[in-house]
């Protein structure tokens, strides 16, 4: 029986119906060589240019059939009240950790001028520069103004955004709404909250089997959705071991039907942030991978059965492993790079692993990794080739940028 939820993700290959991007915005402008680092960032992308990437990226999918939603019209439609609207901003400025209480007054009337719900979460993404709020008089400043006086914004920007998939993740009928491994995204997940509490459509009925609120932290590109049953998560940079547990126990007592995971244990680098840098499904017998990754890769199988949690450390190869869950004589790992190492170092560091799958053996790509797409089109896939020289600065590719709502069964 169908179920009556707004979100039906099953696979990661079932045709996609729907999908939320986020189109870059004034937060990308807001980057500054002096903090790249605080806010997870190694260049600064040329704005226009990620914007013409995107919108290829966007009508490469429509062309295909998918429906287009943004997070910021779902997180603007989700402001149905005025005190909803008044509630967000309060949370906004809070998880903002600004100690200049001058500051935090003067952000609050800054937001609150703002007619439309649109400009406004434009805005809250974009960040805020001290130079928009007006002069602080010298009797109600703090020490914390003086001292903070060099740094040039009140709120930090989201330059992260664009990358949907973190945040949260849509597995079943149900989100998992994450607790990110850095402040600067953690803040990312406000957009979420509201969404699944308040949207007209997205805020009706969905299971939530995490919840930003945790005390372990995990993130979208983490999971990856290969069956009704079966689930793979990296332990990463970015997601505890622990709270692959908690997800797998939460989605068993939402009845969401998970029963597995595969856990992998990659290395905890920014190189391979998420499994999905390194490991993606694109046919029902075809992933891609790092081969880096594939030496010292450890992987654990966990279940529930009769209730009841077990943990096994498997000792068999990943192909195997997988075949088994999948119920398929074999599957092909596709190598990112093939067997040059140099190559395969390269386009894994511009997301030659990293695709995004519309129906089974139809892959989204970036143009720049000829070698693996070379290799990809050898084993009968069809690409969608999309160029991102500028979208890629921020280290993340097709499926980086894209948050399934709705896939087709697979049959």
């Given at each position: 029986?169908r179920?009556t939820?707004?979100?039906?993700?099953?696979?990661?290959?079932?045709?996609?119906?729907?999908?939320?991007?986020?189109r870059?915005?004034?937060?990308?402008?807001?980057l500054?060589?002096d903090?790249?680092?605080?806010l997870?960032?190694?260049?600064?992308?040329?704005?226009?240019?990620?914007?013409r990437?995107?919108?290829?990226?966007a009508?490469?999918?429509r062309d295909?059939?998918?429906e287009v939603?943004?997070?910021?019209d779902?997180?603007?439609?989700?402001?149905?009240?005025?005190?909803i609207r008044?509630?967000?901003i309060?949370?906004?400025i809070a998880?903002?950790?600004?100690?200049?209480?001058?500051?935090?007054?003067?952000?609050?009337?800054?937001?609150?001028?703002?007619?439309?719900n649109?400009?406004?979460?434009?805005?809250?993404?974009?960040?805020?520069?001290?130079v928009?709020?007006?002069?602080?008089?010298?009797?109600?400043?703090?020490?914390?103004?003086?001292?903070e006086?060099?740094?040039?914004?009140?709120?930090?920007?989201?330059?992260?955004?664009?990358?949907?998939?973190d945040?949260?993740?849509?597995?079943?009928?149900?989100?998992?709404?994450?607790r990110?491994?850095?402040?600067?995204r953690?803040?990312?997940t406000?957009?979420?909250?509201y969404?699944?509490?308040h949207?007209?459509i997205y805020?009706?009925g969905?299971?939530?089997?995490?919840?930003?609120?945790?005390?372990t932290?995990?993130?979208?590109?983490?999971?990856?959705?290969?069956?009704?049953?079966?689930?793979?998560?990296?332990?990463?940079?970015?997601?505890?071991?622990?709270?692959?547990?908690?997800?797998?126990q939460?989605?068993?007592?939402?009845?969401?039907g998970?029963?597995?995971?595969?856990?992998?244990?990659?290395?905890n680098?920014?190189?391979?942030?998420?499994?999905?840098?390194?490991?993606?499904?694109?046919?029902?017998?075809?992933?891609?991978?790092?081969?880096?990754?594939?030496?010292?890769?450890?992987?654990y199988?966990?279940?529930?059965e009769?209730?009841e949690?077990?943990?096994?450390?498997?000792?068999?190869?990943?192909?195997?492993?997988?075949?088994?869950?999948l119920?398929?004589?074999?599957?092909?790992?596709?190598?990112?790079?093939?067997?040059?190492?140099?190559?395969?170092g390269?386009?894994?560091?511009?997301?030659?692993?990293?695709?995004?799958?519309?129906s089974?053996?139809v892959?989204?790509v970036y143009?720049?990794?000829t070698?693996?797409?070379?290799?990809?089109?050898?084993r009968?896939l069809r690409?969608?080739?999309i160029?991102?020289s500028e979208?890629?600065?921020?280290?993340g590719?097709?499926?980086?940028?894209?948050?399934?709502?709705?896939?087709?069964?697979?049959?």
């Open positions: 029986m179920n939820t707004p979100i039906h993700v099953s696979s990661e290959i079932g045709r996609l119906k729907k999908v939320m991007l986020h870059p915005g004034k937060e990308i402008d807001n500054m060589p903090y790249l680092e605080r997870l960032f190694d260049d600064i992308p040329f704005l226009e240019e990620a914007q990437e995107h919108d290829q990226f009508q490469a999918l295909e059939g998918v939603l943004y997070l910021e779902l997180a603007a439609e989700s402001l149905t009240t005025p005190e008044q509630q967000f309060e949370e906004y998880e903002a950790h600004i100690r200049s209480q001058a500051i935090q007054d003067a952000i609050r009337q800054f937001l609150l001028a703002i007619p439309d649109r400009q406004l979460v434009d805005k809250t993404m974009a960040g805020i520069q001290k928009e709020l007006p002069d602080i008089p010298l009797e109600k400043k703090g020490l914390t103004d003086f001292v006086s060099h740094y040039p914004f009140a709120v930090d920007p989201m330059p992260n955004l664009y990358f949907t998939r945040p949260f993740a849509t597995l079943g009928r149900g989100v998992s709404l994450n990110m491994y850095a402040d600067t953690n803040r990312e406000l957009y979420g909250k969404i699944f509490t949207h007209p805020g009706q969905v299971p939530l089997v995490y919840s930003r609120e945790e005390g932290r995990i993130e979208g590109g983490d999971i990856l959705v290969l069956s009704e049953e079966l689930l793979a998560i990296g332990i990463s940079q970015r997601t505890d071991a622990a709270s692959i547990e908690k997800l797998l939460n989605c068993h007592q939402e009845g969401l998970f029963k597995t995971v595969i856990a992998f244990e990659i290395a680098n920014r190189k391979f942030m998420h499994l999905d840098t390194v490991f993606t499904m694109v046919d029902r017998d075809k992933f891609t991978i790092h081969p880096e990754i594939e030496q010292d890769l450890r992987l199988t966990l279940a529930i009769a209730g949690l077990s943990i096994i450390e498997e000792d068999c190869d990943l192909a195997t492993l997988l075949a088994r869950h119920n398929l004589p074999q599957v092909d790992l596709i190598r990112c790079g093939g067997d040059n190492r140099v190559a395969a390269r386009e894994q560091w511009n997301d030659g692993s990293n695709t995004l799958t519309i089974p053996g892959v989204v143009n720049r990794n070698i693996t797409n070379a290799i990809l089109e050898s009968g690409l969608i080739k160029g991102g979208l890629v600065r921020g280290r590719g097709p499926r980086c940028m894209s948050m399934p709502l709705e896939r087709e069964p697979l049959s």
